[in-house]
C-alpha cells in the first residue's frame, strides 16, 4: 500500500470537520466558564478537560444553552445587519408541545422575546384557552431575526436559521408541534402547498406529529378564521388530553 492510498484513507470527511469544529468550540467555552485562561497543559487544564469528556459521555446530547451560544452574534445571513437582537425562543425547554412561528416582528426584536406583539397577545389568548399557561409550551420561529419592515424571509435565511430550529426541537422533544403560518408550515414540512390545505391536518416531522394552522397575524386580519383555528387547537387538545 502506499503513502498516497494511506494519506487518502484518512481525509475526513466535511461532515466530520464540522463535528470536530462544534465539539472544540463547546469544550472552549466551557473551559472558559469554569475559569481556564490558558493552554500550558497543566494538571489543572487537564482535570477540566477530563470533566468535559466524561460528562459529554453520559448527556442525552446538546442542551438549549449550547445551540443559544451557537447563535451568540450570528453572521449567517444578511438579516444580522439590521436586526436589534436575535430572537432565540422562550418557554418550557421540556414542554410537550412547541408553537413555530415565521419570524419576529418589531416587537419582538425589540424584547428578544418571540410572540410579543399583538399577534402574541392572541397567541397567548389562544393558549390559555386551550388550559395551558405560555410556561408550559415552547414558542420560537423558522428564522432567529426580524426581516426588514417584516419583510417575508428568503430562502436564503431560512436556510441559515432551520438547522438551529431543528436542533431546538430536538433539545425539546416535544409530543406535538402547531406550525403557525404558511412559512412555518411550508418549511417544516418542505411543501409548496398552501396553509389552508395544510392546516387540519397530523403530519410528521423529524418523528413529531405537527399541525398546521394560521398564523395569529393572519387572524388579525381575519377574524373569521379563529372558529377554524379552534378547531386545530382542539385536535392538540385532544391528543394532549386536556378538556375543551
Known amino acids: 500500500m502506499n503513502d498516497d492510498h494511506v494519506l487518502e484513507n484518512k481525509t475526513p470527511h466535511p461532515s466530520d470537520v464540522a463535528s470536530l469544529l462544534t465539539e472544540i468550540g463547546k469544550t472552549l467555552r466551557y473551559m472558559a466558564d469554569a475559569g481556564c485562561r490558558g493552554f500550558d497543559c497543566d494538571d489543572p487544564c487537564l482535570e477540566l478537560i477530563h470533566r468535559w469528556e466524561d460528562g459529554r459521555k453520559t448527556s442525552h446530547g446538546e442542551s438549549m444553552a449550547d445551540i443559544r451560544g451557537d447563535l451568540n452574534g450570528c453572521r449567517r445571513c444578511p438579516l444580522c445587519e439590521t436586526r436589534t437582537q436575535i430572537v432565540f425562543g422562550d418557554g418550557d425547554e421540556n414542554a410537550r408541545l412547541v408553537f413555530v412561528g415565521e419570524g419576529p416582528g418589531y416587537e419582538e426584536d425589540k424584547q428578544g422575546v418571540p410572540f410579543v406583539g399583538a399577534a402574541g397577545q ?5 393558549i390559555q384557552a386551550m388550559h395551558l399557561q405560555r410556561r408550559d409550551v415552547y414558542i420560537c420561529n423558522i428564522i432567529k431575526c426580524r426581516p426588514p419592515g417584516n419583510r417575508n424571509p428568503k430562502p436564503a435565511e ?12 430536538k433539545v425539546i422533544k416535544p409530543e406535538l408541534i402547531c406550525a403557525l403560518g404558511t412559512f412555518a408550515a411550508q418549511t417544516l414540512l418542505a411543501t409548496d402547498t398552501s396553509i389552508s390545505k395544510l392546516r387540519g391536518e397530523f403530519y410528521d416531522f423529524m418523528g413529531i406529529r405537527i399541525l398546521p394552522t394560521y398564523h395569529p397575524a393572519y387572524l388579525l386580519r381575519n377574524p373569521e378564521k379563529k372558529r377554524e383555528v379552534w378547531e386545530d387547537m382542539k385536535k392538540l387538545m385532544h391528543v394532549l388530553g386536556l378538556g375543551d
Open 158 to 169: 431560512i436556510d441559515a436559521c432551520k438547522p438551529y430550529l431543528e436542533r431546538q426541537l
Open 122 to 126: 392572541l397567541l397567548s389568548k389562544i
